[in-house]
T-cell receptor
């Protein structure tokens, strides 16, 4: 069975600090991995995706993630946090067998001035 | 290019009633998926439609149903509403497959009283 685990339901950083949001996955087939962001009272916006090409993936708003098969991880990073990054972030996976997305439980990012 | 449009944005219904939610995908997108988001269960897949056919289905009771029309617009219906059906219902669309990521709408917030 496929699953996604996001370590840390809440992460707090100072503006300008490094952002690191952790995601580990379990999948018996090669996964397609995604990071989505959700602002209050909004839907989900795709930040970036891993689809078996380059293992270091760059997304929007300065975010990037690295796929590490040996660690079954897909952590999201941003070198310097901005106040506007405060939101909830979801890691998700799917596979070639089905297009259904399996989501992690989400990480709420707070950015302090 | 218009995004994914969900109507209505907010809805209040009474237990036992039924409700229909609507989703208009991005023009040219033929796949439409529905997700339920609650604080307790997180984001859960309901079903996916492609070219008017249900392609995948999640683990929800038969009270939850959906359909897709020839113009790719989709509706989901929940009959005999229960308090636990209160949630944000998100619709997502993609061209053919979700392997490159879905575009989500802003959701319909359903409150059952």
């Amino acid at each position: 069975a496929q699953s996604v685990t996001q370590l840390g339901s809440h992460v707090s950083v100072s503006e300008g600090a490094l952002v690191l949001l952790r995601c580990n996955y379990s999948s018996s087939v090669p996964p397609y991995l995604f990071w989505y962001v959700q602002y209050p009272n909004q839907g989900l916006q795709l930040l970036l995706k891993y689809t078996s090409a380059a293992t270091l993936v760059k997304g929007i708003n300065g975010f990037e993630a690295e796929f590490k098969k040996s660690e079954t991880s897909f952590h999201l990073t941003k070198p310097s946090a901005h106040m506007s990054d405060a939101a909830e972030y979801f890691c998700a996976l799917t596979s070639g067998n089905t297009d259904k997305l399996i989501f992690g439980t989400g990480t709420r990012l707070q950015v302090f001035p | 290019k218009a995004g994914v449009t969900q109507t209505p944005r907010y809805l209040i219904k009474t237990r036992g009633q039924q409700v229909t939610l609507s989703c208009s995908p991005i023009s040219g997108h033929r796949s439409v998926s529905w997700y339920q988001q609650t604080p307790g269960q997180g984001l859960q897949f309901l079903f996916e439609y492609f070219s008017e056919t249900q392609r995948n289905k999640g683990n929800f009771p038969g009270r939850f149903s959906g359909r897709q029309f020839s113009n790719s617009r989709s509706e989901m219906n929940v009959s005999t509403l229960e308090l636990g059906d209160s949630a944000l219902y998100l619709c997502a669309s993609s061209q053919n497959t979700g392997l490159n990521g879905y575009t989500f709408g802003s959701g319909t917030r359903l409150t059952v009283v």
